[in-house]
């Protein structure tokens, strides 16, 4: 998301480069009032940058979390950032559905652009477990036992692409 906000600021679509990443849980006070101030601080961090909201489906649970949303949707409608911040909001498909379903009936108009990007298959974690072991130095010879775990592991509930790749590639340095 870093270098995409450098891209989109080099290419002109962005008035800054600046860029602001955090967790819609760390958006969330402790106490009324809080959760207004720490959105407050999000965009004052990246004013005509782009801002990352990670597992933002937690957005509609609980009263902090409208609160959030909200700001989030005044900050929107302002001038300092109408036309000129970008925020991407990350989750999981349904869940942001549902989010975006229960949240202010405006803070849903507020992004009108979607990408879901696919689950990763056996191929691409297979790549990104070689990628890393050779950053390493480490050669991963296999004779295809690695594809073929990774194809079973895929079919389980749960399955989480890059984060089970990680934790994976986290178990094979610790065994070897």
């Given amino acids: ?3 995409l906000a450098s891209e989109l600021f080099r290419i002109g679509v962005l008035t800054s480069d ?5 967790s819609a849980l760390n958006l969330q006070g402790d106490y009324v ?7 407050n601080e999000l965009f004052a961090s990246a004013p005509g940058g782009f801002i990352f909201i990670d597992e933002a489906y937690s957005l509609g649970q609980g009263y902090f979390s409208r609160e959030a949303v909200d700001q989030l949707t005044y900050l929107l409608s302002t001038d ?3 036309g000129r911040t970008i925020v991407a909001l990350a989750g999981y498909p349904a869940e942001m559905q549902r989010m975006l379903a229960v949240a202010n ?8 652009q979607r990408l879901q990007f ?19 130095g480490i050669e991963l010879r296999d004779g295809g036992a690695v594809g073929a775990a990774l194809e079973a592991l895929r079919g389980f509930a749960g399955w ?9 590639y986290d178990e094979l340095f610790s065994a070897r």
């Fill in 105 to 112: 009936p405006g803070f849903a108009t507020r992004f009108k």
């Fill in 160 to 168: 989480a692409n890059a984060r089970d790749a990680e934790s994976l």
């Fill in 80 to 82: 300092a950032h109408r």
């Fill in 118 to 136: 696919p689950d990763w298959d056996a191929a691409d974690v297979e790549a990104y477990l070689r990628r890393r072991c050779g950053a390493e």
């Fill in 18 to 22: 600046a860029f602001a990443c955090e």
């Fill in 1 to 3: 998301a870093r270098l």
């Fill in 33 to 39: 009032g809080q959760t207004k101030t720490k959105v």
